[in-house]
């Protein structure tokens, strides 16, 4: 009877382990450190301060979002990313859902701020409010390329264009 009692113990303490080990969410440590990164990142932009940037990015990581084309090298992403900043103020990020694995980090952000000088078609002085899709490819727990997505109206807004207006007409469903 004390071997079974001893058995049973056993199983249920092997059982009440296994189920408290679990990673939260399911999400694997790699994964948690590639996530980590991006907040990482995404709290150099809101402080304005890239001085642990290299925390986060690696040495040769590359940013394909560009103002001319894709940024490569970590001192020429920070030099980049200073020289954005210094024309903003009171940039704020918010994350809206942000997914994570072992390879990449998707987030939805929303940014908001004011510019100090003349930039992305719009004047000193004018509050800005702008949303994209932020993707992340990481390694070893650093992002090493990076791209953004926006909306056409939003990226039409920042070159001084007028966005086309939204199409009313409604197709006809017999003629297909």
């Known amino acids: 009877m ?3 009692i001893t058995i049973i113990t056993a199983f249920i303490c092997l059982f009440i382990t ?3 080990t679990k990673n939260e969410g399911g999400m694997s440590d790699l994964a948690r450190k590639n996530l980590a990164a991006s907040e990482g990142i995404s709290k150099c932009f809101e402080t304005n301060d ?11 990581a590359i ?7 894709d940024i ?3 001192d020429n992403l920070k030099a980049e990313y200073e020289k954005m900043m210094s024309g903003m103020a009171e940039m704020k990020s918010e994350t809206i859902k942000t997914l994570a694995d072992d390879e990449y980090v998707m987030s939805w952000m929303r940014f908001t701020g004011t510019l100090k000088n003349d930039m992305m078609g719009m004047k000193a002085g004018q509050s800005f409010t702008s949303s994209s ?9 650093k992002v090493v390329e990076h ?3 926006m909306e056409p109206s939003e990226v039409m807004k920042m070159i001084g264009g007028a966005p086309p207006p939204p199409t009313t007409a409604v197709a006809d ?4």
């Not at 469903?173 to 297909?176: A, H, K, L, R, Y």
Request: net charge negative; aromatic share 6%.
């Open 133 to 141: 899709i932020e993707v992340s490819k990481c390694k070893d727990g």
């Open 147 to 149: 791209w953004t997505m």
């Open 72 to 74: 490569k090298g970590l």
């Open 18 to 20: 296994s189920c408290t």
């Open 63 to 69: 940013d394909h979002s560009g103002e001319t084309g």
């Open 2 to 4: 004390k071997k079974l």
């Open 50 to 60: 890239f001085s642990k940037l290299g925390d986060y990015l690696a040495e040769d």
């Open 173 to 176: 469903s017999t003629s297909m």
